[in-house]
């Protein structure tokens, strides 16, 4: 849905172009600018907003829309924005996405200022997200005692997937060959059986498997549809070193993988979706590389996603994940910078750290990930290897379900207690090298600069404890100094105020940006003087992670 909105509110939304108000002209011309509110298009517009009727669902949908617009529009007061969509899906009876919308709020205030957060909790807990709303309290709740309650967190997590036990199967169809293989191929069944045979007439094509030094574990998570037909099918045209297993009940995909690890004879896994492929040497260049190096715990590879259409044919290329030379510790920053797909590790990894926490709907490979990535050592490839094929249909990953999930997979492992947790037993060296990142780093869809302040200043704190006198410590106050001038702009202007190096401007936006550029650039310039040009931050408000991160608007299904 478009927003309704009317001519005039939208030339001032246009007049906020943020690159426009980054122009010299447009700040110099702003800093006089009488501090009226009368004179602030964000503001008329805002008012505007609120005045918009409520009475029927139709309303509400085309005021929820004229938010996104104007959150879209202006990126600026978007805690007041995101409190406001909360209320209206709220108004709705759409709980769970109301509840998202409180907690970016929170997020991007760094604290629950206005008591949403009970609220919030409680619909999790109605809607069987008890353990996200248990995360949201730790990260939300301001106690006293809110680190060591993350902490906790992350080392219950360890303690619960230390072991695994597979339930019965419903039924097994066993056609491997041998007791042994160099690599499992792991998927994830469920209402799969008009993508299955693309998918096996296209992995048949993987060099290792018909050489027979892999096998294919195809587990069926008691899907209604016809997935059992199709293999049996075509089992005896592809002849695959094969296993299809079916699960009695619906299960969720982390624990059809911890299944499906529980009858793998590989050495060796690689996971796939019937949307995902490899090229067909991919399997056979990951297990080289691991086979090349017995210290490595992981290798991945570049990864291609492609448009299909319904029937699987080619529609257009989109996007490459170019992870390049980049650190595997990049994905505390952005989560593909550690893939599954066109990806392979040593099976034993899940005997030292642990396995998948099936409880998890969306977001369970990201805990994962999140959880033993301290522990690994990771390696990246120079060639494309991993396929998305994107179907015309919702991924469950895609959806407000999956971002609740990543309260307690990503970001309780980005808190103080996370960094604690990540870097405590590793090099600081590590540490430092992620802190460089975090001030300039590039996403591995995205050609531009990113930054992400927050967890920058987390990671500065935790070595500047350990070393007072060390390069983090120099960093550690500007760094501060960026992330309240960021925030700033995200709260309503008379509670903008994060310190007194942010000059007071008045309630006009463009001036409110000026004024968190220039705090950024003085840090910037002060940072690169301190580190010897060793770090040489790029500040551009809008590329932090806190704009770059979920700041998508969720639909009812």
Same mark, same amino acid.
């Given at each position: 849905?478009?927003?309704?909105?009317?001519p005039?509110? +939208?030339?001032t939304?246009?007049a906020?172009?943020p690159?426009?108000?980054?122009?010299?002209s447009?700040i110099?011309?702003?800093q006089?600018?009488?501090?009226?509110?009368?004179?602030?298009?964000?503001v008329?517009c805002?008012r505007?907003?609120?005045?918009?009727?409520?009475?029927?669902?139709?309303?509400i949908d085309?005021?929820?829309a004229?938010?996104?617009e !104007?959150?879209?529009?202006?990126?600026? /007061?978007?805690?007041?924005?995101? @409190?406001?969509?909360?209320?209206?899906?709220a108004?709705?009876?759409?709980g769970?996405i109301?509840?998202?919308?409180?907690?970016?709020?929170?997020?991007l205030?760094?604290a629950?200022?206005?008591g949403? !957060?009970?609220?919030?909790?409680?619909?999790?807990?109605?809607g069987?997200?008890?353990a996200?709303?248990e995360?949201?309290e730790?990260?939300?709740?301001g106690?006293? /005692?809110?680190?060591?309650r993350r902490r906790q967190?992350?080392?219950?997590?360890?303690?619960k997937?230390?072991?695994?036990?597979?339930?019965?199967?419903?039924?097994?169809? /066993?056609?491997? +060959?041998?007791?042994?293989?160099r690599?499992s191929?792991?998927?994830?069944l469920?209402?799969?059986? /008009?993508?299955?045979?693309?998918?096996? +007439?296209?992995?048949?094509?993987?060099? %290792?498997?018909?050489?027979?030094?892999?096998?294919?574990?195809?587990?069926?998570?008691?899907?209604?549809?016809?997935?059992?037909?199709?293999? +049996?099918?075509?089992?005896g045209?592809?002849n695959?070193?094969?296993v299809?297993?079916?699960?009695?009940?619906?299960?969720?995909?982390?624990?059809a993988?911890?299944?499906?690890?529980?009858?793998a004879r590989?050495?060796?896994?690689?996971?796939?979706?019937?949307?995902?492929?490899?090229a067909?040497?991919?399997?056979?260049t990951?297990a080289?590389?691991?086979?090349?190096?017995?210290?490595l715990?992981?290798?991945?590879?570049?990864?291609l996603?492609?448009?299909?259409?319904?029937?699987?044919?080619? !529609?257009?290329d989109?996007?490459t994940?170019?992870?390049?030379?980049?650190?595997?510790?990049?994905a505390?920053l952005?989560?593909?910078?550690l893939?599954s797909?066109?990806?392979?590790y040593?099976?034993?990894?899940?005997?030292?750290?642990g396995?998948y926490?099936g409880?998890f709907?969306?977001?369970?490979?990201?805990?994962?990930?999140?959880?033993?990535?301290?522990?690994?050592?990771?390696?990246?490839?120079?060639q494309? %290897?991993?396929?998305?094929?994107?179907?015309?249909d919702?991924?469950?990953?895609?959806?407000?379900l999956?971002?609740?999930?990543?309260?307690?997979?990503w970001? %309780?492992?980005?808190?103080?207690a996370?960094?604690?947790?990540a870097?405590?037993?590793?090099?600081?060296?590590e540490?430092?090298?992620?802190?460089?990142?975090?001030?300039?780093?590039?996403?591995?869809?995205?050609?531009?600069w990113?930054t992400?302040?927050?967890?920058?200043?987390?990671?500065?704190?935790f070595?500047?404890?350990?070393?007072?006198?060390?390069?983090?410590?120099?960093?550690a106050?500007?760094?501060?100094?960026?992330?309240?001038?960021?925030?700033a702009?995200?709260?309503?202007?008379?509670?903008?105020r994060?310190?007194?190096?942010?000059?007071? @401007?008045?309630?006009n936006?463009?001036?409110?940006?000026?004024?968190?550029?220039?705090v950024?650039?003085?840090?910037?310039q002060?940072q690169?003087r301190?580190?010897?040009?060793?770090v040489?931050?790029?500040?551009?408000?809008?590329?932090?992670?806190?704009?770059?991160q979920h700041?998508?608007?969720?639909?009812?299904a």
């Amino acid at each position: 849905a478009r927003a309704v909105t009317t001519p005039g509110m +939208r030339r001032t939304l246009r007049a906020l172009d943020p690159r426009a108000l980054f122009r010299p002209s447009a700040i110099a011309a702003a800093q006089p600018m009488k501090p009226s509110a009368e004179l602030d298009p964000l503001v008329a517009c805002t008012r505007n907003l609120h005045h918009l009727p409520e009475r029927t669902d139709a309303d509400i949908d085309r005021k929820l829309a004229a938010c996104a617009e !104007l959150l879209a529009e202006s990126r600026l /007061d978007r805690v007041r924005l995101w @409190r406001e969509m909360g209320r209206l899906e709220a108004a709705r009876g759409n709980g769970l996405i109301a509840a998202t919308y409180r907690l970016r709020a929170m997020r991007l205030a760094g604290a629950d200022l206005y008591g949403d !957060l009970p609220a919030a909790t409680a619909t999790l807990q109605s809607g069987g997200y008890a353990a996200e709303a248990e995360a949201a309290e730790a990260l939300y709740g301001g106690l006293p /005692d809110a680190d060591e309650r993350r902490r906790q967190l992350l080392d219950t997590a360890v303690a619960k997937n230390r072991m695994h036990r597979a339930g019965e199967w419903e039924r097994i169809d /066993d056609w491997r +060959r041998r007791p042994r293989y160099r690599a499992s191929v792991i998927v994830s069944l469920y209402n799969a059986a /008009d993508k299955l045979p693309l998918f096996l +007439r296209s992995i048949a094509q993987q060099t %290792l498997l018909q050489a027979d030094g892999a096998e294919l574990i195809l587990v069926d998570s008691g899907s209604p549809g016809d997935e059992w037909k199709v293999w +049996r099918r075509l089992a005896g045209e592809l002849n695959l070193p094969a296993v299809y297993a079916r699960s009695h009940h619906r299960e969720t995909i982390q624990a059809a993988w911890n299944r499906a690890l529980s009858i793998a004879r590989g050495d060796y896994v690689s996971f796939l979706g019937v949307d995902e492929m490899l090229a067909p040497r991919g399997l056979e260049t990951l297990a080289r590389e691991l086979d090349a190096d017995s210290a490595l715990d992981w290798v991945q590879a570049d990864s291609l996603v492609t448009n299909v259409d319904s029937q699987g044919r080619w !529609l257009s290329d989109v996007m490459t994940y170019d992870r390049g030379d980049a650190l595997p510790s990049l994905a505390y920053l952005e989560t593909c910078y550690l893939s599954s797909v066109g990806a392979m590790y040593r099976r034993d990894l899940h005997q030292r750290f642990g396995y998948y926490d099936g409880s998890f709907r969306g977001a369970g490979d990201t805990e994962f990930k999140n959880r033993v990535l301290p522990f690994l050592r990771a390696k990246t490839i120079r060639q494309t %290897l991993g396929i998305f094929w994107n179907y015309p249909d919702a991924r469950v990953t895609a959806s407000p379900l999956a971002e609740l999930e990543d309260l307690r997979a990503w970001y %309780l492992h980005r808190t103080p207690a996370g960094v604690r947790y990540a870097f405590e037993r590793r090099d600081p060296a590590e540490a430092e090298n992620l802190l460089c990142a975090a001030l300039r780093y590039r996403k591995s869809y995205c050609r531009h600069w990113s930054t992400d302040v927050e967890y920058a200043q987390h990671l500065a704190s935790f070595l500047s404890e350990r070393d007072p006198r060390g390069p983090a410590a120099a960093l550690a106050e500007g760094i501060g100094q960026v992330l309240g001038a960021y925030r700033a702009l995200d709260l309503p202007p008379r509670e903008a105020r994060p310190s007194p190096n942010f000059a007071d @401007r008045g309630l006009n936006p463009a001036a409110r940006l000026a004024e968190a550029r220039r705090v950024a650039d003085e840090v910037a310039q002060r940072q690169a003087r301190l580190t010897g040009d060793r770090v040489q931050p790029v500040y551009q408000i809008f590329n932090d992670n806190r704009h770059e991160q979920h700041a998508n608007v969720w639909r009812a299904a």
